[in-house]
């Protein structure tokens, strides 16, 4: 479901983490990883959306975007994610994992997020988006009135990739 949105999402400051950004448009968290998921990053993130959580009453979504540089947690991450996902999951409407990179790196991404999908029974919740595109639209299925458009999205995604000095992806689907 989509809404028709009469008023300017006006996007705030990125907030930058060592290799991670992250910024807040509406009742969505997009996230861009360069570096690894490593435990300070997955604290950080989990601030960020902490904070998200407790300024709003509703539920929220969020889309976390993987450069091929951001290898997946390591096994010692195991209680970061969790914590992280404890913060989360409770008001989450949709979580979307994006891959950025090649069809092998994508294939890691989607085996690694199977695994954790296997391990938290969240199927319907948690998606695997092919590109930031498809990302979007699977936002868009579970948007409310006070969640951003594909335009703001696209705004916010942009301003993450100028915030981590990386050259942006096209949001296309051939992405």
Not at 55 to 70: H, N, V
């Amino acid at each position: 479901m989509t809404h028709d949105r009469n008023r300017a999402f006006i996007l705030p400051a990125v907030q930058v983490f060592d290799g991670v950004a992250s910024v807040t448009v509406g009742d969505t968290l997009l996230t861009l990883w360069k570096a690894p998921a490593r435990a300070a990053r997955i604290r950080h993130v989990t601030e960020v959306a902490s904070a998200l959580v407790r300024g709003r009453e509703g539920s929220i979504a969020a889309c976390q975007f993987l450069l091929p540089s951001a290898s997946p947690p390591r096994l010692q991450e195991r209680s970061e994610i969790i914590a992280g996902l404890d913060v989360v999951m409770p008001r989450a409407r949709r979580l979307v994992t994006t891959p950025l990179g090649d069809a092998a790196w994508q294939a890691v991404v989607r085996s690694v997020m199977r695994a954790g999908l296997f391990l938290i029974g969240q199927s319907t919740l948690v998606k695997v988006a092919a590109n930031p595109a498809e990302a979007f639209e699977l936002l868009g299925q579970v948007s409310t009135e006070e969640s951003p458009g594909q335009h703001e999205l696209e705004g916010a995604l942009h301003a993450l990739y100028d915030a981590l000095k990386v050259t942006s992806f096209k949001v296309s689907r051939d992405t």
